[in-house]
């Protein structure tokens, strides 16, 4: 279902009726890209990649007062509603909450799935710089590189540190300022 096709007659505000619908699909994660509804259902090699970053930002999260996890990303005034990968959150914030912005995060973490690859390069960096997340790490599957952006903006990040092949040693900025090793993805 598109939020395009909703019947607004109704007067039922069809961003939050559309978020609401998928928090409550039984057994089944969902995200909401651009008014589209997508499954959430990795695979266990897009889980392993994931594992490898987390494993090595885990320790700095720690330090930072910080948890790493798949959480609900909301966008408010947006049919959108991520999933993202991995997203470093300040552990007060993750307590007791449904879903946090992008603003919110330290850091968002997508690993890309055929099915998805054009929506994490393109879509969701437009959008997760759009609503503040101040570091989006991209790890491109198909490619087989990883690229770091910073520095958010209305129009986009500002700041593109890659592709690097995977192999490279890849900084990560402040706050975690930490080299990662992309040998394993």
């Not at 470093?88 to 890309?112: F, H, I, N, R, S």
């Amino acid at each position: 279902m598109s939020i395009e096709s909703a019947d607004y007659s109704s007067g039922v505000d069809p961003e939050r009726a559309l978020k609401y619908a998928i928090q409550h699909i039984k057994g089944e994660r969902a995200q909401i890209v651009e008014g589209v509804i997508e499954p959430v259902s990795p695979t266990w090699d897009h889980e392993a990649a994931a594992e490898t970053i987390r494993d090595q930002i885990r320790a700095r999260a720690r330090e930072l007062d910080c948890v790493t996890g798949a959480g609900n990303l909301d966008l408010p005034g947006s049919s959108n509603w991520y999933v993202p990968a991995i997203a470093v959150v300040p552990a007060a914030a993750a307590k007791g909450a449904g879903a946090l912005l992008p603003a919110d995060t330290l850091l968002v973490v997508e690993v890309t799935s055929e099915s998805n690859a054009e929506t994490d390069r393109a879509v969701k960096r437009r959008r997760y710089a759009e609503y503040g997340a101040p570091l989006y790490l991209l790890v491109d599957r198909q490619q087989r590189s990883v690229t770091v952006y910073s520095e958010p903006g209305e129009l986009g990040y500002t700041r593109a540190d890659g592709p690097h092949p995977y192999g490279t040693t890849v900084r990560l900025p402040e706050p975690f300022g930490l080299e990662l090793d992309t040998t394993g993805l």
